[in-house]
């Protein structure tokens, strides 16, 4: 039987999936990582582009400070970094020099592993991306094969592409990535040997979400058929539309007769403080997911779903979610069926929103699905429908972004930045103002350090007091709880 080793997807893809990648802050993380790095994960699937912007935007925390702290906490694992092509925060293609600027600044900060993703599965866009990483000195690139049911996404398919990208010496490893959780027993039986041929012994990974309910019963068939690494979550952040649950995982395994050398207490400790900041914070935990075929149509990941849950709320048309599930089936299918990872799941939800809130379908188009009808983006898997493409292509916007300059160099944004400031920024802060609104970036350098510490036995207590400070004064407030009781009065300093 084999050896296994997990990669820990709690803090980014567990956090994306389940709570919209904005559950979690600096101080969550860092309270949590030392645990972390005693369990024995390969790595911590620790951050994207997304996640960055989204410190920043609502938790007006520095991203860069985050990679820091977590870095000095975990010297024993890799931290690991997600990019999907040219582009970073923003949807919009950036200049290649921002791109490596990017590569640069993630490993001076401590980020060691680094996955290349296409969305289009170009391979020679996911080798150019992967002679960035090394040249910034990223130590592991994994490239990704994203997974997705069509009849051009064949096991001959991702076992050419894997061929292909595995002659090059700047891909360490591979992993299957399955963000919609389709991949079945079945289908992993053929697909993972096939792959695993065309590799040339370089190490295999699968990245599997439990939407379906599928993935953990295809894990054990993965580690039969010599998949090296499984990734998983931790406590309230697995299952549901993550990933599965580690501790059940490294039962299952162990229970088949493979080994996995993890600390299981360290793991158990993590597990239940990701569970407590889950019940602390109002945040849902992940669930057994039941097998809903509908997946097969639109394959949308877990943390798409959440968002476009989010915004209908937001808009207050949360009976809505069943039409725009509906519509992104069919509107996926007039968009050539692009495969649905970042940033495709965007573009088509927001289109399918757009065409049922709207007056009529594609009434109003997205900047960012007019791109990909441009090319930006790449090839369109299958022919896009020509009504759509001519109604859309047609307009005056289309016209407009046709002839959209090419993005700004790395040297052009400092002058520009800069000089609208009035002072000089350093790189960091270069890349979060080329890619985000300013007044965001303003609000987080003005909040300052994030915080460290947090404890989800008080954090009730602590935002309790927070909002006090909101309300009209008070002489004596008394709080009683299951197993706490605070009494506070107020001292007049006239007596």
């Known amino acids: ?67 820091r702290l977590t870095s000095t906490a975990m010297p ?4 690991q970094f997600i990019g999907t092509g040219m582009r970073f925060i923003s949807w919009d293609r950036a200049h290649p020099d921002l791109i490596q600027l990017v590569y640069d600044r993630l490993v001076l900060n401590g980020m060691t592993r680094f996955i290349v993703l296409d969305p289009t599965h170009d391979a020679e866009a996911m080798l150019e991306s992967a002679r960035m990483v090394r040249k910034a000195g990223g130590e592991e690139v994994v490239a990704a094969l994203t997974f997705t049911i069509s009849d051009f996404h064949d096991d001959a398919f991702y076992a050419g592409l894997a061929r292909r990208l595995a002659e090059s010496a700047d891909i360490d490893r591979f992993y299957v990535k399955d963000p919609a959780g389709l991949l079945s027993t079945e289908r992993a039986a053929t697909l ?89 914070e109002g945040l849902p935990a992940g669930t057994p997911q039941r097998y809903d075929a509908a997946f097969l149509r639109h394959q949308l990941a877990g943390g798409v779903m959440t968002t476009t849950r ?38 088509v939800c927001s289109q399918a929103l757009a065409n049922v809130i709207g007056p009529e379908r594609y009434a109003t188009v997205p900047d960012q699905v007019i791109r990909y009808l441009l090319g930006t983006f790449g090839r369109p898997t299958a022919p896009v429908d020509p009504d759509v493409a001519d109604r859309i292509l047609s307009s005056a916007r289309a016209k407009e972004l046709a002839d959209e300059p090419p993005p700004p160099s790395v040297t052009e944004l400092r002058a520009q930045i800069q000089g609208q400031l009035g002072r000089r920024i350093d790189d960091e802060e270069l890349l979060l103002r080329a890619t985000m609104p300013g007044d965001q970036v303003d609000a987080m350098l003005a909040t300052g350090p994030a915080r460290r510490q947090y404890d989800p036995s008080i954090a009730g207590v602590r935002r309790l007091l927070s909002e006090l400070r909101t309300r009209p004064p008070f002489t004596e407030l008394t709080i009683t709880t299951a197993d706490l009781s605070l009494a506070l009065r107020r001292h007049d300093r006239s007596r």
Not at 7 to 33: E, M
Not at 332 to 346: D, H, K, N, S, Y
Request: aromatic share 4%.
């Open 192 to 280: 993972l040997p096939a792959v695993l041929a065309a590799i040339g012994g370089k190490p295999l990974e699968l990245h599997s979400h439990c939407t379906l309910g599928q993935s953990q019963l295809t894990y054990p068939v993965a580690a039969s058929r010599g998949v090296a690494v499984l990734h998983v979550a931790c406590g309230a952040l697995a299952d549901g539309t993550s990933l599965p649950d580690a501790e059940q995982t490294v039962a299952n395994l162990r229970e088949l007769g493979h080994r996995v050398d993890v600390d299981d207490r360290a793991l158990a400790l993590a597990a239940g403080y990701f569970t407590a900041v889950a019940r602390a």
């Open 310 to 347: 989010r915004q209908l709320a937001e808009l207050g048309l949360e009976d809505r979610f069943d039409a725009v599930i509906d519509e992104v089936d069919r509107v996926r299918a007039e968009l050539g069926q692009p495969i649905m990872v970042t940033p495709f799941p965007q573009m």
């Open 1 to 67: 039987m084999a050896e296994l080793q997990l990669v820990d997807v709690s803090i980014r893809d567990g956090n994306q999936s389940l709570w919209g990648a904005v559950g979690l802050r600096t101080a969550h993380i860092v309270q949590i990582a030392p645990v972390l790095d005693r369990v024995g994960f390969r790595a911590l699937d620790f951050a994207s582009s997304t996640h960055m912007g989204v410190a920043v935007r609502t938790h007006r925390e520095n991203p860069w400070e985050r990679i």
């Open 76 to 79: 024993n694992t890799r931290l």
